[in-house]
């Protein structure tokens, strides 16, 4: 162990936030930390929206589900897959070929790029005594946090980003067994079925403590519930609509 896995091994969503700022400089490396992310082929195809003003800041926590940490944290990050730029390089170098933008496989290089990214920007919020949540809640909505935003074709917002100082001390969501999610040399079903066995009791007995008995779901029945409901239904049209995964 040293201090990098130390402070992985410690990460917890933020969803309380004091009211110091985050200053400038402060929020200029934790971006200039996310661009030292690995990136496909060096394209980046991603950009950062930035909120600071309360009044947007509120339109987006509405539009993301009534998350109050939205308006609460000091600055809110919107993470975007950016092809837009890219296209812009094929329209100024080579306008007579066909661009592949469009593209599935560049579809995922984008939103790949972009949560390498805010991860690693995470990391370094986190290391400078911050705390973050991140809000897939962004996509509730999507066009309207997309107008909002002024997102240009081929630009969609992956998630946002709560960043400042904690205000709560919450607890670690257990996680899978290691074993659940480490295959050697080729995937071992059996092994996950057991596993996940495993964390099913583990989940239920945290769900239990953390509500005072109210609830102990096993986590298998949860996500059971969670992949049997309609959720986002909107984002395959809107993702075409955008220049996104036409082929």
Same mark, same amino acid.
């Given at each position: ?5 130390n402070?992985?091994? +410690? ?8 009211p ?7 929020l200029e490396?934790i ?7 690995s +990136? ?8 950062v929206?930035?909120?600071r003003?309360?009044k947007r800041k509120?339109i987006l926590?509405e539009?993301?589900?009534n ?7 000091p600055?809110f ?9 890219l296209e !812009?390089?094929v329209q ?12 599935v ?15 690693n ?5 986190e ?5 973050i949540?991140?809000?897939g ?13 002024g997102?240009?074709?081929r630009?969609y917002?992956v998630y ?5 100082y ?13 074993k659940?999610?480490l ?6 079903a059996?092994?996950t ?14 769900l239990?403590?953390?509500?005072a008995?109210?609830?102990?779901t096993p ?7 969670k ?14 609509r !955008?220049g996104?995964? !036409?082929r």
């Amino acid at each position: 162990m040293n201090d990098t896995i130390n402070l992985l091994m +410690s990460h917890r969503s933020i969803r309380s936030y004091k009211p110091d700022p985050v200053t400038d400089e402060q929020l200029e490396t934790i971006i200039a930390a996310g661009q030292m992310a690995s +990136s496909s082929s060096n394209v980046q195809a991603y950009s950062v929206i930035a909120v600071r003003d309360p009044k947007r800041k509120a339109i987006l926590a509405e539009l993301a589900g009534n998350q109050r940490y939205i308006v609460e944290c000091p600055v809110f990050l919107v993470w975007c897959a950016d092809l837009h730029r890219l296209e !812009k390089a094929v329209q100024q170098h080579a306008p007579q070929e066909e661009s592949y933008t469009d593209a599935v496989e560049n579809f995922i290089v984008a939103t790949a790029d972009v949560t390498l990214a805010a991860q690693n920007a995470a990391i370094a919020a986190e290391s400078m005594g911050m705390g973050i949540v991140y809000i897939g809640g962004v996509r509730n909505e999507i066009e309207e946090v997309s107008e909002l935003l002024g997102l240009p074709d081929r630009v969609y917002p992956v998630y946002g980003m709560c960043v400042g100082y904690p205000n709560q001390e919450p607890g670690q969501r257990p996680r899978l067994p290691l074993k659940a999610v480490l295959h050697h040399e080729s995937y071992d079903a059996l092994t996950t079925e057991q596993t996940v066995a495993e964390y099913d009791e583990q989940m239920a007995n945290y769900l239990s403590a953390r509500t005072a008995g109210t609830k102990s779901t096993p986590w298998s029945a949860l996500m059971a519930q969670k992949f049997t409901t309609a959720s986002r239904m909107q984002l395959k049209d809107f993702l075409e609509r !955008k220049g996104f995964n !036409k082929r």
